[in-house]
């Protein structure tokens, strides 16, 4: 899902859920009157994506100087089959196949301005797995898009190990997007209509990162490459909690989880500034992870374009850092992008 203002490219991304509702309950609008509760909840599985018109984006970003090219690769589309309730394995099939026709359409007839994430019909794998080719040898997709979490599994849960095979084999990219644990929307009640937006989003990407290093999946399916959201959530700031944790396991553990370390690991990955780039999380993120992994991301539009890049430009990065942010660092991560 990447957006570049003014000579605008778009990526989109899908991934979807079968507990949304439950699972995003008391999630309120933000800076835009469509919420994440009212755009989820609106059918059983959910797609997120990037493929809205640049133009909107453009006019919020006129007073921002970011740069012309500038792709955003977390900005969120709504094809139409995602306004529709699903209920069961077939319809969540035919719902992602849908919204990957949608967003094609969208890429052919806008190529300068759209690219495309691959909406994939999780937890069903065998689904998943079918419409994994139909994405990468049909579409020609850059990418697919997942969700941290389904139900009560993670994305280094074994039972996803055949979508990570497929996956690792095609050295795909994968756009990981959190949506709240569907144990943790409501623990504390007077905080329960925020809790989500507060705290879970981001919690949710520390527990996806968490199980596929805990699973070995980042040592296993090395040739994947991972974009995590929001600069990794609560990633940079644990990593060194972590690297404790891990210094009291067994020599034989640590192997199998990294056996190049932590760090390693971790800094390999890729990270996203949506709804981040403020001051104290991009030290963060900066101060552990190598500026050739932060790409440029606006969750639109749950978040303003323009508040993003105001935040990003507040950050007096140098012109080189700016400039490998809004598109080079992407585009080394997706050539295809780069034309």
């Not at 995590?228 to 944790?245: D, E, K, Q, S, Y």
């Not at 990955?269 to 101060?287: C, E, K, S």
């Not at 978040?303 to 660092?329: F, Y």
């Amino acid at each position: 899902m990447a957006l570049k203002f003014r000579e605008a490219t778009n990526l989109s991304s899908g991934t979807s859920h079968d507990d949304a509702c439950d699972a995003l309950c008391g999630c309120a609008p933000r800076e835009q009157p469509l919420s994440r509760r009212s755009f989820l909840c609106s059918a059983a599985a959910a797609g997120l994506g990037g493929a809205l018109a640049a133009s909107p984006a453009q006019a919020q970003a006129a007073d921002v100087k970011m740069g012309a090219g500038t792709i955003d690769v977390h900005h969120h589309y709504f094809p139409p089959a995602t306004q529709e309730a699903t209920s069961t394995p077939e319809q969540i099939r035919a719902q992602a196949r849908a919204s990957n026709q949608y967003g094609a359409r969208m890429v052919q007839d806008y190529p300068k301005r759209f690219a495309q994430f691959g909406f994939l019909p999780m937890p069903d794998v065998e689904a998943t797995l079918q419409e994994i080719e139909y994405v990468f040898d049909v579409l020609k997709a850059p990418g697919v898009g997942l969700m941290t979490s389904y139900g009560d599994l993670w994305q280094g849960n074994p039972v996803f190990d055949p979508v990570l095979q497929e996956l690792h084999r095609r050295k795909a990219v994968i756009f990981c997007h959190p949506l709240p644990a569907q144990c943790c929307t409501a623990l504390m009640p007077r905080v329960a209509p925020r809790e989500a937006l507060f705290l879970e989003f981001p919690y949710d990407t520390g527990r996806a990162v968490v199980s596929l290093l805990m699973s070995g999946s980042f040592v296993k399916y090395r040739d994947i490459r991972w974009i995590f959201c929001h600069c990794g959530g609560p990633v940079p700031a644990l990593a060194g909690r972590i690297r404790n944790a891990m210094s009291e396991m067994s020599p034989e553990v640590v192997a199998r989880m990294a056996p190049n370390g932590l760090d390693y690991e971790l800094r390999r990955q890729y990270y996203d500034t949506a709804d981040a780039a403020y001051g104290p999380t991009m030290a963060a993120i900066m101060n552990y992870i190598p500026k050739s992994q932060i790409l440029f991301g606006t969750d639109y539009p749950f978040l303003r374009v323009q508040t993003n890049a105001k935040e990003i430009t507040d950050r007096g990065l140098s012109a080189e850092d700016m400039l490998a942010l809004q598109r080079g660092n992407v585009t080394a991560l997706m050539p295809q992008l780069a034309n």
